[in-house]
C-alpha cells in the first residue's frame, strides 16, 4: 500500500513537470504588413511533432517541427516543405530552437537571439468557428482598427 502510494504521488508530480503543448494554436496581426502563426502540436511524453505555417499580407511558408519539452518549456526546430524562410528543407530540421511557454491560457512564443531568447507573440488556442484575437500593437495606430 505505502509503495503504490509513493508511486502514485512520483507519477503525479513528474506528470504536472511537462505541460501539455498538444493542441491547434495560432496568432494573427493585420497592420504592419500582417504576421501570421499557426502551430499544430501533437505531444507524446516529452517530444513534440507536428506542422507550422507562418507568413504575412504578401508571403507565407510552411513545414513540419518537432521538439522536446524540458521542465515549462518547449522547444521546436522547423524545416521548411519548400526549402524558403531560413529553415532546412523537409526532413532535415533547423539548428536554431525556438523557446515556447505557457502563460495564462497563451502559447508564448521566444525566439533564440544570440544565446539568450526574446519573447516575440503570444498565440491563442485556435479554436473552431472561433475568430483568434488580434494583435493590435502597430507602428501605425489608424493600422489597428
Known sequence: MM????????TSASASKSPSFS??????K????????SLHLQQRGNRVTGDW???T???GNDGQLQGEVRGD???????SDDGGTGY???????????QFKLEKGQLIRYEKYGSSYRRTVALYPDIAGKDVPYDK???DPEDAQ
Open 88 to 98: 532546412s528543407a523537409c526532413p532535415t530540421f533547423s539548428e536554431r530552437e525556438d
Open 3 to 10: 509503495m503504490a502510494l509513493i508511486t502514485s504521488c512520483a
Open 30 to 37: 493585420k497592420c504592419d504588413l500582417g504576421h501570421y502563426l
Open 57 to 59: 499580407n504578401v508571403r
Open 137 to 139: 500593437d502597430c507602428s
Open 53 to 55: 505555417s507562418e507568413g
Open 73 to 79: 518549456a518547449l522547444y521546436l526546430r522547423y524545416c
Open 23 to 28: 493542441g491547434e494554436w495560432a496568432y494573427a
